[in-house]
């Protein structure tokens, strides 16, 4: 069965930088993209960007593009999800997720448990 | 950025009630739009995808309507279960914008 195992909790400070990882198993990781989805504690989703496994290719919302980077290690089947300059608005849970495609539909069909990334002097 | 606004933000209603949710796009989408649920502690679930087409493994009272600006998903007769929050998705452009989200508890 498909799943996405990510990393543990992370705790950083101001100006620091995180790197979670995402590692997929069920299927094969260079078939479907990899998306970063981050909620606040008590507030909605937010979309962060997208990664091709296959390609290393990368599509960032605007609101993270310089601070935040995705990567993959396909040896491994691994996503990563670096995001730097950290800032307290940045205390989250980030997901990855699968994303599928379909006569030109996309969605996120399978998602990681999260992780808690909090940041605090 | 594509803008997606979800009514109500929040909703109760008996067990066995239908429960209509609206989602409306500032531009039009198609039928890009999905529906996840998020129960609480947990990460969202795909429930429906390109607007009308139900998830593998969803149960049959779930479904969605619509096309360009507005959506619907719908509950036929509500279960305990579904107490959860509700979430639309454009994936017409990115970045891939939610809706702010739709609170479901019981009365």
């Known amino acids: 069965q498909v799943q996405l195992v990510q990393s543990g909790a992370e705790v950083k400070k101001p100006g620091a930088s995180v790197k979670v990882s995402c590692k997929a198993s069920g299927y094969n990781f260079n078939s479907n993209d990899i998306n970063w989805v981050r909620q606040a504690t008590g507030q909605g989703l937010e979309w962060m960007g997208w990664m091709n496994p296959n390609s290393g290719n990368t599509g960032y919302a605007q609101k993270f593009q310089g601070r935040v980077t995705m990567t993959r290690n396909t040896s491994i089947s691994t996503a990563y999800m670096e995001l730097s300059s950290l800032r307290s608005e940045d205390t989250a849970i980030y997901y990855c997720?699968?994303?599928?495609?379909?006569?030109?539909?996309?969605?996120?069909?399978?998602w990681g448990q999260g992780i808690l990334v909090a940041v605090s002097s | 950025d594509i803008q997606m606004t979800q009514s109500p933000s929040s909703l109760s209603a008996s067990v066995g009630d239908r429960v209509t949710i609206t989602c409306r796009a500032s531009?039009?989408?198609?039928?890009?739009l999905n529906w996840y649920q998020q129960k609480p502690g947990k990460a969202p679930e795909l429930l429906i995808y390109a607007a009308s087409s139900l998830e593998s493994g969803v149960p049959s009272r779930f479904s969605g309507s619509g096309s360009g600006t507005d959506f619907t998903l719908t509950i036929s007769s509500l279960h305990p279960e579904d107490i959860a929050t509700y979430y639309c998705?454009?994936?017409?452009?990115?970045?891939?914008?939610f809706g702010q989200g739709t609170k479901l508890e019981i009365k």
């Open positions: 997720a699968r994303g599928r495609s379909s006569s030109g539909w996309y969605g996120l069909d399978y």
């Open positions: 531009q039009s989408i198609t039928s890009h």
């Open positions: 998705q454009q994936s017409y452009s990115t970045p891939y914008t």
